[in-house]
């Protein structure tokens, strides 16, 4: 939709290894736009991330994490499946506004900016 040839985009379905997936060379960074949001879904991101980590232990996913709930945590999932999340602060890229996106929701929401890789540098 933006015109961005350079740019390839696969569609997929989080825990499910297709052929567009298999296919894919080793990637160095995964952008990933609000796919934390079900809690029962967090276990097949990570499933499908630790795949594309197989492929290069040093990429990375940079995600967004809108925290609605302190029960509902990628922590204890990052630990099993033996990665590590970095959180960026909002304000470190003039993120931190109330009315960023313009967004309808009411009340204060905390947003975090995630970059998850692998627990072990030395991968």
């Given amino acids: 939709m933006n015109d961005l040839p350079q740019v390839h985009i696969v569609g997929l379905t989080w825990g499910h290894v297709s052929r567009d997936l298999l296919a894919l060379p080793p990637q160095d960074i995964i952008l990933a736009s609000d796919v934390f949001f079900e809690p029962e879904d967090f276990e097949d991101i ?35 499946w033996d990665m590590k999340c970095v959180h960026i602060p909002l304000e470190s890229f003039d993120a931190n506004k109330e009315d960023i996106a313009e967004s309808a929701l009411p009340g204060r929401h905390t947003v975090e900016m995630l970059v998850i890789s692998f627990a072990k540098d030395s991968l």
């Fill in 46 to 80: 990570l499933t499908t991330v630790y795949f594309l980590m197989q492929k290069n232990p040093k990429v990375q996913l940079w995600s967004t994490y809108q925290v609605r709930s302190a029960d509902w945590s990628v922590e204890a999932l990052l630990y099993k």
